[in-house]
Nanobody, 125 residues
């Protein structure tokens, strides 16, 4: 059974930092890209960051470049999202998603093969 389990969400003050984790299981981790996708109720999903275990490449939305860092611990099949200098526009439900396609493709299509249940990030001003 494929599982993507997010953790680490919560309340963070604007300007602060938060780290999200996504534990993956049930699929060949190295054969997929894993991304963080966020959604605010009533708005479209937005790809935030993507990591490819195949070559270690990363991809970021312009809105988070320089502030967020995606990384992976291959031994644990876990992908992290370090969120620095958080602002109120970052408040959303954050989902971990996996795709067999390249990061650039899934950022455009949002066609992921697997999804986690999400973790909520709330930002106080």
């Amino acid at each position: 059974e494929v599982q993507l389990v997010e953790s680490g969400g919560g309340l963070v003050q604007a300007g602060g930092s938060l780290t999200l984790s996504c534990a993956a299981s049930g699929f060949t981790f190295d054969a997929y890209v894993v991304a963080w996708v966020r959604q605010v109720p009533g708005k479209e999903r937005e790809g935030v960051a993507c990591f490819s275990a195949t070559d270690g490449s990363t991809y970021y939305a312009d809105s988070v470049k320089g502030r967020f860092t995606i990384s992976s611990d291959g031994a644990k099949n876990t992908v992290y999202l370090l969120m620095n200098n958080v602002n109120v526009e970052d408040a959303a439900d954050y989902y971990c998603a996996a795709s067999a396609m390249h990061c650039v493709v899934v950022f455009t299509t949002s066609q992921y093969d697997y999804w986690g249940r999400g973790t909520q990030v709330t930002v106080s001003s």
